[in-house]
């Protein structure tokens, strides 16, 4: 099969589309699916230029989410068959630990994503446990069917932003959401739920255009943290009582803001550090206010089993920013680093 590859880490001249061979199933919940699109997440830019502590065999295929057709199943699989439309949760556990039994999957100490710790999407093979795919649901008129590049774009973002907003900060209808970086997947994927979930969102962007989408997918207000004092413009908006949520995936560039910007009773809750991980922290404004700082990534099961069910209902739906062909993989990634995405950056296989 063909494979998108990193040789080694460095730049985006480690990237090569080379002939690798057809993964075989090995378990008997093992699923094996011919790809039709992968999509790209900020992670494969880490991955390409390593992470510390995390230790990659070259060549590595990157990509953590995709979707296609079911190829061949294990002895064990009851939920899919040869033929079937399936996307791929990411997030792989050992479905034994003690994390698992009580369904936080993303706690698991075996719990690795693939594209990062395991080969990832980027081919035209992937095995992945039976747990870790689902039928890709068919929404109802008048929305059209998922496209295989909404499909591939549909997975890591929204579970990882359901988590955050639901679960973690659960917010409740007429909470003041801000987000940062509306441009990335986790961030409009955190819009459209907050919507669903009924709050008031400020979108924030250094991209006028990027704002404008903010504003059509249904951003309350939207600014342009490249101009603006994002957090005094929160405190005139919410007449100075500040937002209730703020959702962080920047760090280091906005981490003291969002503090700044967050009311009595505020949640922080972050998935990511973009600009560098060592943030600071008054934490004389953390005990005053009474504010809760949050830790998130990916989601378990049961949060996967219902983001789809929301998909399937067209009460989600993904936002592909561009789709390239295979062998166009390196212009994705460069469209990725570039920063000038609004939505999901995906490759198709088909
Ligand atoms: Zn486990």
Known sequence: M????????????QLAIVEAPVPVLKRDRDVLIRS?????????????????GLSVKFPHIPGADGAGVVEAVGSSVASVTPGDRVMINPGVSCYRCEYCDAG?????????????????????????????????????????????????????????AWRMLVTRAQVRPGEVVLIWGIGGGVSSTALRIAKLLGAYVIATSSSDDKLDVARSL???????????????????????????????????????????????????????????????????????????IMGSTMG????????????????????????????DARRAFERLAEGKQMGKIVVEMS
């Open 300 to 327: 378990n099961a049961a949060e996967y089993r219902e983001i789809v069910r929301l998909l399937g209902q067209g009460r989600l739906r993904p936002l592909v920013d561009a789709s390239f062909r295979f062998d």
């Open 36 to 52: 039709h699109a992968a999509a790209l997440n900020h992670l494969d830019l880490w991955t390409l230029r390593g992470l510390p």
């Open 104 to 160: 936080e999957h993303s706690l698991c100490v075996q719990y690795r994503l693939l594209g990062e710790h395991l080969p990832g999407t980027l081919c035209e093979f992937i095995v992945v446990p039976e747990q870790n795919v689902a039928a890709i649901p068919t929404p109802p008129d008048p929305h059209p069917e998922l496209t295989w590049a909404e499909a591939a774009a549909f997975s890591l973002v929204t579970l990882t």
């Open 2 to 13: 063909k494979a998108c590859v990193l040789r080694g880490h460095g730049d985006l001249d």
């Open 218 to 292: 249904g951003a309350d207000v939207v600014l342009n943290h490249a101009q603006m004092d994002v957090p005094k413009e929160v405190r005139s908006l919410t007449g100075k009582r500040g937002a209730d949520v703020v959702v962080e995936n920047v760090g280091e560039a906005t981490w003291e803001q969002s503090l700044r910007a967050l009311g009595r009773h505020g949640r922080l809750v972050t998935c990511g550090a973009t600009t560098g991980a060592k943030v600071v922290t008054d934490v004389r404004r953390v005990f005053w206010y009474h504010q809760t």
